[in-house]
């Protein structure tokens, strides 16, 4: 099993900074794939950014150009720097590993973050 836990996440104001991190452990070694996902009231989960164990990456149109995802192996840490945020950012961010168990696909999802950009 994987285990994730996502920090980072707080009150910004419109045109700041965060930087998210997922920090992984447990069978680290599976994961051939990791993934920030957030999810809005009252909408349906959107997929922000991915990054895979070779180092390929996938940003959604929405915050291309201003966020970045990132890694850091010797800490087994996935980032999400997200830059000039704007309050439609505001969201329940989590990350999802993806892993492979004995041959099928397998998701782990972390308890995520709050990020709420505001005036």
């Known amino acids: 099993q994987v285990q994730l836990v996502e920090s980072g996440g707080g009150l910004v104001q419109p045109g700041g900074s965060l930087r998210l991190s997922c920090a992984a452990s447990?069978?680290?070694?599976?994961?051939?794939?990791v993934g920030w996902y957030r999810q809005a009231p009252g909408k349906q989960r959107e997929l922000v950014a991915t990054?895979?164990?070779?180092?390929?990456?996938y940003t959604a149109d929405s915050v291309k150009g201003r966020f970045t995802i990132s890694r850091d192996n010797a800490n087994n840490t996935v980032y999400l720097q997200m830059n000039s945020l704007k309050p439609e950012d505001t969201a329940v961010y989590s990350c999802n590993a993806k892993t492979i168990v004995r041959g099928s696909p397998v998701g782990y999802w972390g308890q995520g973050t709050q990020v709420t950009v505001s005036s």
């Open positions: 990054i895979t164990s070779g180092g390929s990456t």
């Open positions: 447990g069978s680290i070694f599976s994961i051939y794939a």
